[in-house]
């Protein structure tokens, strides 16, 4: 029982700063979309995206899938449908980082051609998802 609860632990933690992070960099996208190519602000935006998704979100990303599969694995959850509508959405959110990943790229190469009112948009997606994901696990639906 001890594993399982410093498995959860960790597995929350990584949650809590994946998701920081996955919250955060389509709002630095929106501000980086409104100024110009090459300002020192742009500069700026291009070193904290950079950093955000190198430092925080991509290990935590990591983390996070190892720990929760591992909980799955002690939990037996392979075989319930909450789990498997869970996983779905966990999948989509790992294309969504891999997205916003791109998106660090584009701007990093002064290539964006997405407006502000695209990443306002974009920046609710791992808000609904990550609802739904804690609705799935709390409530157990299914």
Same mark, same amino acid.
């Given at each position: 029982?001890? %594993? *399982?609860?410093?498995?959860?632990?960790?597995?929350?933690?990584?949650?809590?700063?994946?998701?920081?992070?996955?919250? *955060?960099?389509?709002? !630095? $996208? +929106? *501000?980086?979309?409104?100024?110009?190519?090459?300002?020192?602000? &742009?500069? @700026?935006?291009?070193?904290?995206? /950079?950093?955000?998704?190198?430092?925080?979100?991509?290990?935590?990303?990591?983390?996070?899938?190892?720990?929760? %599969?591992? %909980?799955?694995?002690?939990?037996?959850?392979? /075989?319930?449908?909450? $789990?498997?509508?869970? !996983? #779905?959405? +966990?999948?989509?959110?790992?294309? +969504?980082?891999? *997205? %916003? &990943? /791109?998106? +660090?790229?584009?701007?990093?190469?002064?290539?964006? #051609?997405? @407006? @502000? /009112?695209?990443?306002?948009? =974009?920046?609710?997606?791992? #808000?609904? =998802?990550?609802?739904?994901?804690?609705?799935?696990?709390?409530?157990?639906? $299914?």
């Amino acid at each position: 029982m001890d %594993l *399982y609860l410093w498995l959860k632990s960790l597995h929350i933690i990584a949650i809590i700063a994946w998701m920081a992070g996955m919250l *955060y960099l389509p709002r !630095l $996208f +929106v *501000y980086h979309a409104d100024v110009p190519v090459g300002s020192p602000q &742009s500069e @700026t935006f291009k070193v904290m995206e /950079r950093r955000l998704l190198k430092a925080i979100i991509n290990p935590a990303m990591i983390a996070a899938w190892i720990l929760g %599969l591992w %909980l799955a694995y002690e939990l037996d959850a392979f /075989r319930d449908g909450w $789990f498997h509508a869970k !996983l #779905t959405l +966990v999948l989509v959110m790992s294309g +969504v980082h891999g *997205y %916003l &990943s /791109r998106c +660090v790229k584009v701007f990093a190469k002064d290539e964006n #051609t997405r @407006t @502000t /009112r695209f990443y306002r948009v =974009l920046n609710e997606v791992p #808000t609904l =998802l990550m609802i739904g994901i804690v609705i799935l696990v709390v409530v157990k639906p $299914f």
